[in-house]
């Protein structure tokens, strides 16, 4: 699957270019359907894509996708312009951000390892805050840390899309009446060590406009690599 990425060194930045494109077909190879054309994630894990090329062909495969499961997100580095019979549901311009900073110092955060039986919970404090995409099966990503305060889940955050080399945090949310309070910051932190240990480095995307976030990021080390193009496509009635 995926041939033409394999030109790309395992580990090079490189492939941060087209991380849905290399974890589908890599670490997250599990977590994939699709064929040698285009792949996406299982819909309820997450809606991101990729194709090899912006042929017909490639097209037509991530338009069978689109119609056998759910609505694509594609995440490029220039603007998509689908063919006719797709409907554009968003676009939008993400900033991609890679940590360079020191080792985070230890931070003594009360905080909850989430499993499986926190699912509903994490699908409501997602609703409420809009971190980004979040399904029933998101949290099979792995690596989701989150915060309670009298026994309700207030803040999250966690692992999502992973490539040679690199892990990406997500899902960083906190509940709006416990703002404030560095809950956000503390359990990146907490991802950010935890990936490091691995002889990984973290990354994210940030809306460009969400720029209170992206000065959060700034503070913590990460560094801005580049602009990226959000597609989501359905089909056209």
């Known amino acids: ?100 900073g020191e080792a985070p110092a230890p931070t003594a955060l009360e905080h909850a390892r989430l499993t499986g039986q926190d699912v509903p919970e994490m699908l409501a404090l997602a609703a409420a805050t809009q971190p980004g995409p979040f399904g029933p099966r998101t949290i099979e990503f792995g690596g989701y840390v989150g915060v309670r305060r009298e026994g309700k889940l207030v803040a999250m955050a966690g692992e999502r899309m992973k490539i040679e080399g690199h892990t990406e945090i997500s899902a960083v949310c906190v509940d709006p009446a416990f703002r404030g309070q560095g809950l956000a910051a503390s359990l990146m932190k907490l991802l950010m060590a935890a990936i490091s240990a691995r002889g990984e480095t973290p990354f994210l995307h940030v809306l460009t406009s969400n720029h209170g976030a992206i000065s959060i990021y700034r503070t913590l080390g990460f560094v801005e690599r580049r602009e990226m193009h959000l597609t989501v496509l359905g089909l056209a009635p």
């Open 1 to 100: 699957m995926f041939d033409v990425l394999a030109t790309i060194p395992a580990g090079s930045t490189t492939a941060l270019d087209n991380v849905p494109g290399h974890a589908l077909t890599g670490r997250q190879r599990h977590l994939a359907v699709g064929n040698e054309r285009a792949v996406r994630y299982a819909p309820a894990v997450a809606p991101f894509a990729a194709m090899t090329d912006t042929t017909p062909e490639s097209f037509d495969a991530l338009r069978g996708l689109i119609e056998e499961h759910a609505p694509v997100a594609l995440t490029t580095l220039d603007a998509v312009e689908p063919p006719d019979g797709f409907a554009l549901i968003r676009h939008a311009t993400l900033l991609q951000m890679v940590w360079q």
